[in-house]
């Protein structure tokens, strides 16, 4: 069962991810979470949460809010929500709220979700929500990814919140959006950062074995984009791998799909899945990798830490696919050594 996206709450002690409950990339995906007591523990066993987030539909690519009362995600789910709205297209955003930001299940845990609204949501697909909240001027931004005409292929667009509550007109982001498919976006919590996943030129490209694409074209890639300030436009996005090759560190993108890209609430651990060939085979990864993250800037002293040899921490195998968890974990001059996640390997182990 592939993790195939992830939000980590401020703190670190909870994991939100997506996970396929069938054979197929295209079976319905639930969300889960994940916890531990403080961030030295192991994960513990994930749950499936309840049925006000999950629904015989797919529900995916889940992100919680900085106070952790609001969990904002994407559902291909034809029924209408909890005041009766029905979903603009095939698949949309919605979010649910909490009151007790520490529990996800009974009466203080999750409540039933709703759509954003049409200032976000259209017939054409909207997903991967990430909710940007600016302390400086106190404006709340939903960046988000969209198939409606835009630049071509997938955009990233972004609508503010409105003082009434509701989300405005969405705008393309014209600068990080290409005629390819631009995805996942991911803002640092400065909000002078953005990752997001990308199959632009300048990309990877796909090896001659054809695993994950036409052999020699553009696989998925990790991009990355910085801007001055909040209110400055985004700069030219970058490949992950020239930025930290550029200072003297390792190559971060395969050949292969690298995506989802999640920054920790302190900014200093980059979160990713990723597709890496191990032989005739293929590893999900769910990688951490620790990085210097200062001042809005591209780390200046230490560049990202390597992956681990793919398939060294397989969790369970569905042939011909290999999924495998991990993270990098180290001194800030040194993000090398690699720690097994055994929550989630017994887990895995329990569902198949």
């Known amino acids: 069962m592939p993790i195939t996206n992830h939000s980590s709450h401020k703190g670190g002690l909870s994991l939100y991810f997506s996970v396929l409950e069938g054979p197929t990339q295209n079976s319905p995906q639930d969300i889960w979470v994940a916890k531990r007591s403080s961030v030295s523990d192991n994960w513990g066993t994930p749950q499936r949460l309840g049925p006000e987030i999950n629904t015989p539909a797919t529900e995916g690519q889940p992100f919680v809010t900085v106070n952790g009362h609001w969990m904002y995600f994407n559902s291909n789910r034809k029924t209408p929500d909890a005041n009766g709205v029905l979903p603009f297209g095939g698949n949309d955003i919605y979010v649910s709220h ?59 667009y972004a609508s503010t919140r409105q003082p009434e509550g509701t989300f405005g007109p969405a705008q393309l982001v014209l600068e990080v959006s290409s005629p390819y498919n631009d995805q996942h976006p991911s803002i640092s919590r400065d909000g002078l950062q953005m ?26 890639d990790i991009w990355v984009s910085t801007r001055a ?14 930025v930290n090759q550029a200072l003297n560190g390792p190559v971060i993108n395969s050949p292969f799909s690298d995506g989802s890209p999640s920054l920790s609430f ?28 200062r001042g809005g800037q591209i780390p200046q002293q230490n560049a990202l830490a390597p992956s681990p040899p793919a398939g060294s921490l397989i969790v369970s195998r569905i042939s011909p696919k290999t999924l495998s968890l991990w993270l990098a974990r180290g001194r800030r001059s040194d993000y090398s050594r690699t720690q097994r996640l055994p929550g989630f390997s017994a887990w895995l182990a329990w569902q198949l």
Do not use: C
Not at 205 to 210: I, K, L
Not at 229 to 242: E, H, R, V
Not at 281 to 293: D, S, V, Y
């Open 98 to 156: 909490r009151q007790n930001k520490r529990e996800d299940f009974g009466p203080g845990g999750w409540q039933e979700a709703v759509n954003v609204g049409p200032g976000v949501n259209t017939t054409s697909g909207e997903a991967a929500p990430f909710v940007f909240e600016d302390e400086m001027t106190g404006v709340t931004t939903l960046y988000f990814q969209s198939g409606r005409p835009g630049m071509g292929g997938v955009d990233i």
């Open 195 to 220: 990752y997001f996943a990308s199959d632009r030129p300048g990309s990877t490209p796909n090896p001659d074995s054809g695993i994950s694409g036409p052999p020699g074209q553009p696989s998925v």
């Open 229 to 242: 300030s909040t209110s400055d436009p985004w700069g030219t996005p970058a490949n992950l791998n020239a």
């Open 266 to 293: 302190d900014g200093t651990e980059l979160y990713f899945h990723s597709a890496q060939a191990a032989g005739v085979e293929q590893n999900h990864a769910l990688g951490r990798k620790k990085f210097q993250n």
